[in-house]
């Protein structure tokens, strides 16, 4: 079992004292913030629900929970999403799966004492996993769900099982029981697959509350902590979108195994030599939280930019976010990665009549280094699309797996050098025109001239545990040029 204290996420607070199945997805750390993404961008776009939409979460047309539920959810969400309150979440502190004598399976959790209790909410089951073959019509039934008996349809598609609760009268200690069943025999062993058992339960269940219902019409400013983190998740969600998905067949690869220059810190300490070398290199950077498990970091990033030095990172960032909107145009990047820069510049903009807070001053120097990478990352595609397989040496792309405690990308593109070394030789050595001539001459036992690379790139990574960022930089791993020797 784990157990969390304290975790605030996205613009949010998560009432914990909390012990979680280690078995369910919500131990990672942008878990609830990628909820509210789907409620902010999937749902209700255009003003109205779709199919998809009440497929992914559970929704029977023309039954309990009723649609308009979900919508409302959406739409707080949304309105809410820079300035906050947006909807509070309460995690149980213990869930439990058991099985019915009529075939049915309940769902017990405890809820910590809250006053969040004493509202309406809408309780989610997160899926570990979809279902797959077939479809379920199920019927929850309990005394904290309101009204008591709801009806779920269960797909391929469904995500999340939405059920609306029972305000209570009192914030303590609860305990929720909560049946599940569904009228056909043959569908009960998929009831308990869908569920898991005991503590190895295979949903994650949460509780949402809307963030108007008695609040005040005045809107609560978004803490520092939380506002990072909804920048970090956004940034790792944009990355995903936008930098090219290649199939790795080989496992993950740790970074603990490179050769390293000693990590530096990234605060408002950092020397501006450093900041200035980074803003205006190209270097690919790995955003790593490898040094904190569960929780995002206490300490929030800041810098502390000279005037001249922040007026240098706006206008490079502004000329890589131009880069970029060419780059997703001639790639054809999902539209959905325009959305998601927005949002992020939104977050990280600098008024250039004002002072940039360091917090500003930080998330817009990681979203650079962000669109830098993702810059290099097409250039070097389009520079390795022309390598012909078995022609003359040159550079050809090679990604490699990152492992999962990278935040994004999740791999590299480290390049490989490919292609014959025949006369005439490439960006070669006199050793190896003797040696080739050589061999070319009958003395064929000796190795021949090989394609190998000849110069290299580094490669950054920010590394946010919880003391803190750090940025460190593992030299000669991105291959950049090729030749034979």
Not at 43 to 61: D, H, K, P, Q, Y
Not at 132 to 144: H, I, K, P, W
Request: aromatic fraction near 4%; proline fraction near 5%.
């Amino acid at each position: 079992m784990l157990t969390i204290e304290l975790l605030h996420v996205g613009a949010l607070m998560l009432h914990l004292s909390l012990q979680v199945s280690t078995a369910t997805a919500s131990i990672a750390p942008c878990f609830v913030d990628d909820i509210l993404t789907v409620l902010r961008e999937d749902i209700g776009r255009e003003g109205e629900l779709v199919n998809s939409s009440l497929s992914l979460f559970g929704m029977c047309s023309g039954s309990d929970p009723s649609p308009s539920v979900l919508l409302k959810l959406s739409e707080d969400v949304r309105r809410n999403q820079r300035t906050g309150p947006e909807p509070e979440v309460l995690h149980p502190s213990a869930a439990r799966v058991s099985e019915e004598a009529e075939g049915g399976v309940v769902l017990t959790f405890d809820l910590p004492s809250s006053p969040l209790l004493k509202k309406d909410s809408v309780l989610l089951l997160v899926l570990d996993s979809p279902l797959t073959g077939r479809n379920l019509d199920l019927a929850f039934s309990s005394g904290s769900l309101q009204p008591q008996q709801q009806s779920v349809c269960v797909s391929e598609e469904t995500q999340y099982i939405l059920l609306t609760g029972r305000p209570s009268t009192d914030d303590s200690l609860q305990k929720w029981r909560i049946s599940a069943s569904t009228k056909s025999s043959i569908n009960k062993e998929a009831l308990n697959d869908l569920f898991g058992g005991g503590n190895n339960i295979s949903v994650t269940p949460l509780l949402l509350f809307s963030a108007q219902t008695g609040m005040s019409s005045r809107p609560t400013p978004v803490s520092a902590s939380s506002l990072q983190t909804s920048f970090l998740c956004e940034l790792k969600r944009f990355l995903d979108s936008v930098v090219p998905q290649v199939a790795v067949a080989s496992s993950p690869v740790q970074l603990d195994f490179l050769q390293s220059l000693p990590p530096l810190r990234l605060d408002s300490s950092s020397s501006e030599a450093l900041l200035s070398g980074m803003i205006n290199s190209s270097t690919v950077t790995i955003f790593s939280f490898k040094n904190w498990g569960t929780v995002f970091p206490a300490q929030h990033g800041e810098l502390s930019l000279s005037a001249a030095l922040l007026e240098e990172l706006r206008q490079r960032l502004a000329e890589t976010s131009v880069q970029i909107m060419q780059t997703i145009q001639e790639e054809n990047v999902s539209d959905r990665a325009v959305e998601r820069l927005q949002r992020l510049r939104e977050l990280s903009e600098l008024q250039e009549k004002k002072t940039a807070t360091g917090e500003r001053q930080f998330f817009a120097f990681l979203l650079l280094k962000a669109l830098q990478t993702v810059v290099h990352t097409y250039d070097m595609k389009r520079r390795t699309r022309t390598t012909r397989a078995h022609s003359v040496c040159d550079l050809g792309s090679l990604t490699v797996a990152l492992d999962k405690f990278v935040l994004s990308p999740n791999t590299a593109n480290i390049n490989n050098c490919q292609g014959l070394c025949t006369f005439p030789l490439t960006n070669t050595k006199n050793h190896a025109v003797l040696l080739n001539n050589h061999i070319e001459r009958g003395h064929v036992s000796e190795r021949a001239p090989c394609c190998v690379p000849v110069a290299y790139e580094g490669l950054s990574v920010m590394d946010l545990d919880d003391q803190g960022p750090y940025v460190s930089f593992e030299p000669d791993v991105i291959a950049k040029e090729c030749g034979c020797r």
